[in-house]
């Protein structure tokens, strides 16, 4: 079962490995690195998810 907030799946593959390419060609890089960051810091800070969803393999 994997824990995510509502809006993180963005930011995760199914496997629940973190995307470091941005999804959009014309997304900038560095933009996207720096919201991967602070998504990560959220992991670390334990901050509480808001929703559960369980993925069906």
């Not at 509502?6 to 919201?35: A, M, N, R, T």
């Not at 810091?41 to 901050?47: F, I, K, Q, T, W």
């Amino acid at each position: 079962m994997s824990i995510l907030r509502l809006g993180d799946e963005k930011f995760h593959y199914s496997d629940g490995s973190h995307k470091w390419i941005p999804p959009d060609p014309d997304y900038e890089q560095e933009v996207w690195d720096e919201q991967v960051r602070q998504h990560k810091y959220r992991h670390l800070a334990g901050d509480r998810p808001k929703v559960r969803v369980q993925r069906f393999v």
